[in-house]
């Protein structure tokens, strides 16, 4: 079956520019995470969302990062005047438990590599 | 607080060759664990995971993991490496709180498997 899916899978933008990043969930996950990997270095949370609600936003770097998922599938990590050292594979995962499912596993999208110059 | 630790940066085995990736992991109460693979330009794929119960765990692949609380390791095994097998290697463990458990990785290991 289809599993998640991200888009753009790369994407250049010049300082200061605004972002937008896809995430698709498999269908009928009802948990969605963001993960920020940089280079070298093993995945961090950004944010977690249950359904529509965004339960978790803790990890979020600054406030120019900003996630919705308002219809509780589809969701969207943006970044407002990206900076450099926002350069990153950024991750989506989904995973079917409700919160306190913490025993499930979560899957991941091939992720989006955002190079900022 | 959780955390996870991969000592090695990278592990270099022979094909047919037994291996293994170290994880230890420090967490305040019941660990859940898991272990995932990278491959290059692809997301991380779930290999298998500790929840409760025995200590060695069977996943994809024929990889194994063994649970050892005393010494709060999670070390990932394969009793006969392939060069398929050559890949980033990330434990991780659930984190706890509001957040409803999103995993905590170590920086990962690269595993070279050479024929």
């Known amino acids: 079956g289809a599993g998640v899916s991200q888009s753009p899978r790369y994407k250049v933008a010049k300082r200061g520019q605004d972002v937008a990043l896809r995430c698709d969930p498999i269908s009928g996950h009802v948990s969605l995470f963001w993960y920020q990997q940089a280079l070298g270095q093993g995945p961090e949370f950004l944010t977690y969302?249950?359904?529509?609600?965004?339960?978790?936003k803790s990890g979020l770097p600054s406030d120019r990062f900003f996630a919705e998922r308002p219809e509780g599938s589809v969701s969207t990590l943006k970044i407002q005047r990206t900076q450099q050292e926002d350069s990153a594979v950024y991750l989506c995962a989904s995973s079917l438990a409700r919160g306190g499912g913490r025993a499930n596993e979560q899957f991941f999208g091939p992720g989006t590599r955002l190079t900022v110059l | 607080a959780q955390s996870v630790a991969q000592p090695e940066d990278q592990v270099n085995v022979a094909e047919g060759n037994p291996l293994t990736v170290k994880c230890t992991y420090s967490?305040?109460?019941?660990?859940?664990l898991f272990w995932y693979v990278q491959y290059p330009n692809r997301g991380l794929q779930f290999l298998l995971k500790y929840i409760t119960g025995d200590n060695l765990v069977k996943g994809s692949y024929g990889f194994e993991a063994e649970f050892n609380k005393s010494q709060t390791s999670f070390h990932l095994k394969k009793p006969s490496a392939l060069v398929s097998d050559s890949a980033l290697y990330f434990c991780a463990v659930r984190g706890y709180g509001g957040s409803q458990g999103n995993l905590i990785f170590g920086k990962g290991t690269k595993l070279s498997v050479k024929p």
């Open positions: 967490v305040s109460g019941n660990p859940y």
């Open positions: 969302f249950q359904n529509e609600a965004q339960l978790d």
